[in-house]
């Protein structure tokens, strides 16, 4: 295996681990592991997780169809990654989906130069991603680079290099917020005030008149705090960053 080979392996490996991490991590006094019980997971970022998770032979497929349960321990994601590196999904569909829950838990940043930090604990992973050129050594952390551009612009519907405030998503979610009545803002601010990020994008979308296809209309309102007066706490929702390895190494 050459060294450009090697690189590309080890970093799907890491992913996969972050991504089995993020959707079905769980604290014990041994430290942080994978629960082994069926569960659904929640929204379809995570869904899309699990699935790639599935296909790698890390989780199953329980009954009903839509619950999964992992088939093995955490310390073991990185080996049946890498065994299922040439016959499972591709390097660019764990990418994706990286990419799409490190936005979705509000600290990796959407736009091309804006830097961002990360906890100890996923170092690794970066670095990595680093190597391959997908993000770049900052001296305050990590930033994306043109290569995930097309990853950006498919998720979030808006040019890498935009205004935030000029691109369509935003205009669109300011709108929308436009349109709440003040009881709904009230429901929407308690929902965020509370850190409870899950229940805010399905509420958001619901009032919205959105289906929960993509959750990106919920998702960037709770992140760039566009409600009205609201000052939110970071999202303390499924897993604490230090757990999924984002977040500030303070």
Sequence with gaps: MNQSDYNVKSCYGLIAQWLAIAVGGEESAGGIGLQHGAFSPIGRPHGEAMDVLWRLGIAAKHSPPLEFRFVCDLDEVQTFAV??????????????????LAIYYGTAETRRDASFRVHPDVHELFEGLSVLGFVRTMDDGFAWTDRVRPIMEKLHNFEFDDDPEETRLHKDVRGMIERLTSKEVE????????????????????????????????????N???????????????????????????
Aim: hydrophobic content about 40%.
């Design 224 to 250: 760039h705090n566009l409600l009205p007066k609201l000052k939110l706490k970071r999202p303390v929702d499924a897993k604490p960053f230090r757990y999924i390895g984002l977040g500030s190494d303070e």
């Design 83 to 100: 065994r299922g590196f040439d016959t499972g999904p591709e390097f660019s569909a764990l990418l994706e989906t990286f990419v799409e």
């Design 187 to 222: 429901e929407l601010e308690a929902l965020s005030k509370s850190g409870n990020k899950i229940q805010f994008v399905a509420r958001f979308n619901e009032i919205a008149g959105l289906t929960d296809r993509t959750l990106l209309e919920g998702i960037y309102a709770y």
